[in-house]
């Protein structure tokens, strides 16, 4: 059974980093695309980044601070989130089960979730 567990979330003053992971059980990360979302409260679910083995994505709101890769012997994809701002608060998510970051952004694409891990930009 697929499983995708989150971790690395936490409390962080703006400008500060944070390193998440999502690790992938049951299934080999290495042929798929992993994208990873966010949500706040009160808004919608909306696409942060994408890595596939071709290629890899992020929103407009987070070019030039997150960086998005993957260790595949580990079974892992990381986020790191550099210069992090209040606006970055929210439950991320990742997601499996699409080998392409082409549709990255529509949540409908990914049958696969994890659990969600909460990180708050405050001073």
């Known amino acids: 059974q697929l499983q995708l567990v989150e971790s690395g979330g936490g409390l962080v003053q703006p400008g500060g980093s944070l390193r998440l992971s999502c690790t992938a059980l049951g299934v080999n990360l290495d042929y798929y695309a992993i994208g990873w979302f966010r949500q706040a409260p009160g808004k919608e679910r909306e696409a942060v980044s994408c890595i596939s083995r071709s290629s890899t994505k992020y929103a407009d709101s987070v070019k030039g601070r997150f960086t998005i890769s993957r260790d595949n012997a580990k079974n892992t994809v990381y986020l790191q989130m550099n210069t992090l701002k209040p606006e970055d608060t929210a439950v991320y998510y990742c997601?499996?089960?699409?080998?392409?970051?082409?549709?990255?952004?529509?949540?409908?694409?990914?049958?696969?979730w994890g659990q969600g891990t909460q990180v708050t930009v405050s001073s």
């Open positions: 997601a499996v089960d699409t080998a392409s970051c082409a549709y990255y952004n529509n949540s409908r694409v990914y049958a696969y």
